[in-house]
């Protein structure tokens, strides 16, 4: 079992003194990887490998550096290594993303695409986080995801954020255990990466941008 703490987040990053002036180069340095690490970051639904135990360690700890309402740190992870649980979610997706069940026609695309993402479980480590819905702060484990994400860029390897609802959401449950007042996010799959995906094409700069009001 991953024991995961804000001691072992400490201890593993790199702390630099901005007094030093001799460490002002290192600090720069430090800054340009943030930058590029959110853009490297993109999904990737191909493994050919888990993360390591002290990879999943740092990137537990990273999402659990993010910012919460009021500190709550509305947040639970579910590590899942069993290849029989992992199997049976990645079937769940399939069916929810085709809107289907398994055996009924569908569009040749739709197929295509719901067994993309059965087979994103395959080869990955898999982590379900939950939040308590009783705590009504459903926007922390949000930022601890994107921590977790760019996490999983400094360690070189890939992830991918998959949301589950309707039926789906109750068989999850039921699988892991969930207690009632536990509500399913999402499930976080990373490992090494085994596909390179295609160029993201971005809104053009500043398109998103208002000043004082939309118009």
């Known amino acids: 079992m991953i024991v995961c703490s804000n001691q072992f987040f ?3 990053r790199r702390i630099i003194d901005e007094k030093d002036p001799e460490n002002q180069h290192k600090k720069e340095l430090i800054t340009m990887e943030l930058y590029q690490g959110i853009e490297q970051r993109r999904t990737i639904r191909k493994f050919q490998g888990p993360a390591t135990e002290t990879q999943l360690k740092r990137i537990l700890a990273a999402g659990t550096q993010a910012p919460s309402g009021m500190n709550k740190q509305n947040w639970e992870f579910v590590l899942v290594d069993d290849p029989g649980i992992i199997e049976q979610i990645g079937q769940i997706k399939y069916v929810h993303n085709r809107g ?13 695409g719901a067994l993309k993402q059965r087979d994103s479980f395959k080869k990955a ?30 360690e070189g390897l890939g992830s991918r954020i998959a949301r589950f609802s309707g039926d789906a959401v109750g068989q999850i449950n039921a699988i892991l255990h969930a207690p009632q007042q536990m509500e399913l996010v999402a499930a976080f799959s990373v490992g090494i ?6 160029p ?16």
């Open 193 to 198: 990466a085994a596909e390179e995906p295609a």
């Open 200 to 215: 993201r094409k971005l809104r053009p700069e500043g398109s998103w941008l208002h000043r004082n009001r939309f118009a």
């Open 10 to 12: 400490m201890k593993e």
């Open 100 to 112: 289907k069940a398994a055996g009924e026609e569908v569009p040749e695309e739709v197929e295509k």
């Open 125 to 154: 480590s898999l982590v379900m986080v939950y939040c308590n819905r009783e705590l009504a702060d459903s926007v922390g484990p949000w930022l601890c995801l994107g921590n977790m994400s760019l996490a999983a860029v400094a």
